[in-house]
């Protein structure tokens, strides 16, 4: 009895002792930018979430590595594993905000909208490159988030014109298969207008996470021969869409999927029979030998400081999104550097410099990263920089482009992008930021 | 030494049967009070309130309700998640549509309402009982959060499906700022827990209980099963209701119905079986228990000075999880509300031997 | 209500029967994409069941709702899938098994034996608690990445009836496999059951406990021995889904699926994991792509727990499970 007594009275002390450490935080170092990287390693969207962690970690790395930091001022970075959810991704940022970071990328297009309330009394820059909310565009609303690279009203609309281009829409029919959270339902208010305006039938098919269930959508599918299909899935969903796909015999040339479900996670489990799957590029592909890579390889992976496990890693599709990602924000804080000096830079002054981004040809080239990204140019009216896309398809073993460069359609999109935002405006008591001043 | 009652006479029927018999009982609890209510906002950092002590207090009113359903009235319950997702909805839903009510009608109206659902969901407990139920519950968690998920009129027809609560104003009051939200929900946790605690003493308490330890027994001597068992899926469900508009309004700020899964409810569960089921204070511990957990584990590799990378991390956290519980069971299956009661017993005598 | 069971529960196949045709009476469904969905429903159905099999035969054998199946599915494909990597896999098959045994013995030591007056619920709980152990351990040891499990299922899937009907009626061979594996099992566990003298032993440790440990039946070592065949259980329910699926962290999730058919067979029947299976499996597919677009879809996850729901309303205690009877 007395030593059961013990364990237990031992036990309580562990915790009482654990309590008092949790509630000390370390600060970070005062001469160094801090940005966290909120990140997945588990779960059911690991296998996607991983990739884009080791890219955006690596940059970082490589910056410090090889360039000194950011003009000089190094950059301190942590990760914080929120496994897609959203509590999670809250309970993140509010431990790492101590520690004055400047830029937050969540990953999460959930998280991103519970964090997009709380960065306003922060003064914290949310760059959510080629996610986040779609109405966030407007900068004037939205004054801390960025939605870099394309918003998936971007890319709604290009597949759109994309199909377009094999004929005529009209009487034809499209499936919507959508992870059924707010990732994949925000592409739905751009199809339905287009619906509208093309003339063809929008089927939308939702699929509740983490998505292991799409026996009965495909059997739809099947039933319903719709011309093509788009999928909006994320994790694991999206390898299950393609292999209940095959199972139905689903033609997979005239499967679409968005940049996120379209990496090599998605398509290896199915291997060869996922042949001629397509996908939304956003911008870039599965790159490996651009100088980027051969930098990765010299400054990081040669000594043993590479994030992925291993280097068949570095250039695959969302190793490089997390690159651009990463390679974003830190432009985003040179950009500041350039008004306020070579030092350590606040929120207030990120926000400045990711709200006058320009990213032209000779830095594409410069950063290694030419035949990736489309120049960038953020201003207040708009907080994407750049609205470009292009579709790029699995042969097997590999990803090619397939089409050209596609903007998308700014009469339909901004109306739609206004709307919502100062629908945002209006519920959350916010005045709205007038653009034409100069700042 | 330090507890004993001797010479703590009462002279009268009420003061024995106040809730607090006991005058350490009394120090000790009114101090605590004291101290969360006016040293605290004072003492602690603003990470301390927004990720410690703020999701501590709304999940063990959480926890509360869930220890009604579970400890006190025996029905097992996993779609706790679904009716906190059912306050927090319904308060969004009364809060958008007519501003006028205060938030604190809309939060009490949000309790209803879940109420009503936990009633609803409550009635197959009449015909079904221990794991059978658990399933069955989880119907309701799974139901809820597809409805919550398709029936667009829910989220105010927002094409995302994520809604954001509007800002805080009690009478006019905004609410703003890490401490007053802390002060917020910890008023309203200390009469939720009042209230709780008085219920279970009461005759409702008891025909909860009874039911509980031998239904046929309890039907035989006259407790109506009926209004035993809605009464508690009613009281439970108000309480989970609250909690989750609270969760939803204060904490997360905005969200999407995935925030309450069903690894919400079995975070609820665990938090009551590893507190204590049937006791108020359980609640509390076991919340501070899940709640301190992951952010231990997190911290103590870096402060140890092990590196270890997030998703190793994040799978011992699972692993100690896992075996925190087991062994809880195993070496106190009365949780640590029995720890406590123990403790007390042990400081009756302390530091004599006899 | 007692006397009336037997109707009611006529009924409500009745009832169920109707629904299940009802798409092509009352709604358009023509006859062949039916078949489909149903062939589709039915063999969906049949991999359910080989999770609930093992809930079945650890509940029936040691009175524990092991909820931790889902988390041994899955740690039995992880270790295969890694296994198989470095060798043959056969070999890996053998391996997997013997690691699952010793999980097995593990589990009954650890967490089994000093809980074993405990009420149910307790039980309940700590199973979740080596359910998330499981989990947690698995994917440090072995990763948390989607693995492919080669075993040659076939993957392609295959029209027949073509000639009876127009664009035939779709199967997917991959489950039909995982179908057959199935019905193997069961035939060889129920042999296992009235012909070996383990099997009889097992079988009067599930009927009373004091009364098997009485006659000499050593209690611990037949349930590690009740847990292995679970674990053997697991095994090939993780070798079939995984394949299906790949081999990921969701797998674990498939266990949650494996909850309303065992309600609906009865906690302690094989051949009721079997039929609610079938049953839980086909309703949930017929709801979801008759009855899904008039609810805006995504209706499957909740479909088959109401559908199990309303059953246990009738018949508490499911389908072939044991009345209890209320003693004061």
């Not at chain 1, 788009?230 to 796909?245: R, Y």
């Not at chain 1, 000096?341 to 320009?358: I, S």
Request: net charge neutral; proline share 4%; aromatic share 12%.
């Amino acid at each position: 009895m007395k030593r059961d007594l013990r364990i237990k009275a031992a036990a309580v002390a562990l915790a009482v002792a654990g309590t008092f450490g949790v509630a000390l935080e370390a600060l970070a170092q005062s001469n160094e930018i801090f940005v966290p990287v909120l990140v997945y390693r588990t779960g059911p969207y690991a296998p996607n979430g991983v990739p884009w962690a080791d890219g955006f970690v690596d940059y970082l790395k490589l910056v410090n590595a090889r360039d000194g930091g950011v003009n000089g001022v190094k950059i301190a970075y942590e990760e914080c594993e929120t496994g897609y959810a959203t509590d999670r991704g809250v309970e993140c940022y509010e431990r790492l905000k101590s520690k004055h970071p400047v830029a937050f990328s969540p990953l999460s297009t959930g998280i991103t909208y519970a964090l997009t309330d709380k960065v306003y009394g922060d003064h914290i820059v949310l760059i959510t490159a080629g996610y986040g909310r779609a109405d966030s565009v407007d900068g004037a609303v939205f004054k801390w988030n960025f939605p870099m690279l394309g918003t998936y009203w971007d890319g709604a609309d290009i597949l759109v014109q994309h199909v377009k281009k094999k004929g005529s829409l009209k009487g034809k029919k499209i499936a919507l298969v959508y992870h059924d959270s707010p990732y994949g339902k925000e592409p739905i208010p751009v199809l339905e207008e287009l619906a509208k305006k093309e003339g063809f039938e929008l089927v939308k098919l939702p699929v509740t996470a983490p998505g292991v269930e799409q026996k009965a959508t495909w059997l739809q599918i099947r039933q319903q021969r719709p011309d093509y299909v788009f999928v909006w899935g994320w994790g694991v969903m999206n390898s299950t869409a393609l292999k209940e796909a095959i199972a139905v015999s689903y033609p997979r040339g005239q499967i679409y999927g968005v940049w996120w479900s379209a990496a090599e996670p998605d398509v290896v489990p199915a291997e060869m029979a996922a042949k001629g799957y397509n996908g939304l590029a956003l911008g870039h592909s599965a790159e490996k030998t651009n100088p980027i890579h051969k930098d990765m390889v010299k400054y990081l992976y040669d000594k043993g400081q590479g994030t992925a496990k291993s280097k068949d890693e570095i250039g695959s599709v969302l190793y490089n999104r997390g690159m651009l990602s990463a390679i974003l924000t830190v432009e985003s804080i040179r950009s500041a550097q350039k008004k306020y000096g070579n030092r350590v830079v606040t929120g207030d002054e990120v926000q400045w410099g990711a709200e006058h981004l320009t990213i032209d040809a000779t830095r594409i080239k410069a950063l290694g990263v030419d035949g990736m990204m489309q120049p960038v140019k953020t201003s207040c009216a708009d907080h994407g920089g750049v609205h470009m896309a292009r579709i790029h398809t699995w042969d097997g073993g590999e990803w090619s482009y397939t089409s050209d460069w596609y903007k998308s359609e700014s009469n339909v999109l901004n109306p739609m992008i206004k709307a919502s935002a100062e629908k945002y405006a209006a519920e959350k008591k916010i005045t709205p930021a007038d653009c034409g001043k100069a700042s | 030494m330090i507890y004993r009652e001797t010479g703590q006479f009462k002279t009268t029927y009420a003061s024995d049967q106040q809730l607090f018999p006991i005058l350490q009982d009394r120090v000790f609890v009114i101090g605590l009070l004291a101290f969360a209510f006016v040293a605290v906002p004072f003492l602690a950092t603003d990470y301390l309130f927004r990720a410690i002590l703020t999701p501590f207090l709304i999940l063990s009113l959480a926890a509360l309700g869930l220890n009604i359903l579970v400890g006190y009235c025996g029905q097992v319950s996993l779609g706790t998640g679904g009716f906190m997702a059912v306050g927090a909805y319904a308060a969004y839903n009364f809060a958008v549509r007519v501003p006028q009510l205060d938030l604190l009608v809309v939060f009490i109206l949000a309790g209803l309402c879940a109420a009503l659902v936990g009633v609803v969901f409550g009635v197959p407990s009449l015909r079904i009982k221990g794991f059978y139920l658990a399933v069955a519950t989880l119907a309701a968690q799974f139901f809820i959060d597809w409805a919550f998920a398709r029936i667009a009129w829910f989220t105010n027809d927002t094409p995302s499906g994520s809604v954001s609560a509007p800002p805080l104003e009690f009478f006019g009051y905004l609410v703003h700022g890490p401490q007053e939200k802390y002060l917020l929900v910890l008023a309203i946790v200390s009469v939720a827990a009042l209230v709780a605690r008085n219920l279970t003493r009461g005759a409702i308490g008891r025909s909860w209980m009874a039911t509980r330890d031998m239904d046929v027994a309890a039907e035989v001597i006259g407790i109506r099963p009926l209004t035993a068992k809605l009464t508690a899926f009613a009281v439970s469900s108000f309480f989970v209701g609250m909690a989750g508009a609270l969760w939803a309004f204060v904490y997360l700020g905005s969200w999407e119905p995935l925030a309450f899964d069903v690894n919400r409810s079995f975070q609820l569960l665990f938090m009551v079986i590893i507190g204590g089921l049937g006791s108020i204070l359980g609640s509390f511990l076991g919340a501070a228990f899940i709640v301190i957990l992951p952010l231990v584990l997190n911290q103590l590799p870096t402060a140890l000075g092990i590196p270890l990378s997030t998703a190793m991390i994040s799978h011992i956290e699972f692993m100690v999880f896992g075996a925190l519980i087991v062994f809880f069971l195993i070496v106190e299956p009365r949780g640590l509300a029995r720890l406590w009661a123990i403790g007390k017993e042990k400081l009756r005598l302390w530091p004599f031997p006899h | 209500m007692e006397a009336l069971r037997r109707p009611v529960t006529l009924a409500f196949f009745a009832l169920l029967a109707a629904g299940a045709v009802s798409p092509m009476l009352i709604g358009s469904a023509r006859f062949p994409q039916w078949l489909e969905v149903a062939l589709g429903g039915l063999l969906t159905g049949v991999l359910y069941s080989l999770v609930a099999l093992g809930l079945v035969l650890i509940f029936k054998a040691s009175g524990v709702f092991n909820f931790a199946q889902g988390a041994m599915v899955l740690f039995a494909a992880l270790t295969l899938v890694r296994l198989a990597e470095k060798m043959p896999l056969v070999l890996a098959i053998a391996l997997t098994l013997a690691i699952m045994v010793a999980m097995a013995w593990i589990i009954e030591r650890v967490v089994l034996r000093p809980l074993v007056n405990q009420e149910g619920i307790v039980l309940f709980m700590a199973t979740l608690g080596v359910a998330y152990f499981l989990d947690g351990f698995g994917q440090s040891v072995w990763g948390s990445d989607i693995y492919t499990l080669h075993v040659g299922m076939p993957k392609e899937p295959k029209i027949i009836l073509e000639s009876v009907f127009d664009g035939g009626v779709l199967l997917d061979m991959e489950d039909v496999v995982a179908a057959v594996i199935a019905a193997v099992l069961v035939a060889a566990l129920t042999l296992f059951f009235q012909k070996t003298g383990t099997g009889r032993a097992l079988r009067a440790v599930a009927d009373d406990h004091q009364a098997a440990q009485s006659v000499g039946i050593p209690l611990n070592r037949i349930w590690v021995i009740v847990w292995s065949v679970a674990g053997l259980v697991a095994l090939v329910a993780g070798i079939v889904w995984g394949s299906k699926l790949g081999v990921q962290f969701s797998l674990s999730q498939v266990a949650l699926k494996a909850l309303p058919v065992v309600i609906l067979g009865g906690f302690t029947s094989i051949p009721g994991a079997i039929v609610g299976g079938l049953i839980i499996g086909l309703g949930e597919k017929l709801s979801e792509v008759y009855l899904g677009p008039a609810f805006g879809g995504g209706i499957e996850n909740w479909f088959a727990y109401v559908l199990a729901l309303v059953f246990l309303l009738f018949r508490p205690e499911g389908l072939f499970g044991e009345e209890t009877i209320d003693r004061v």
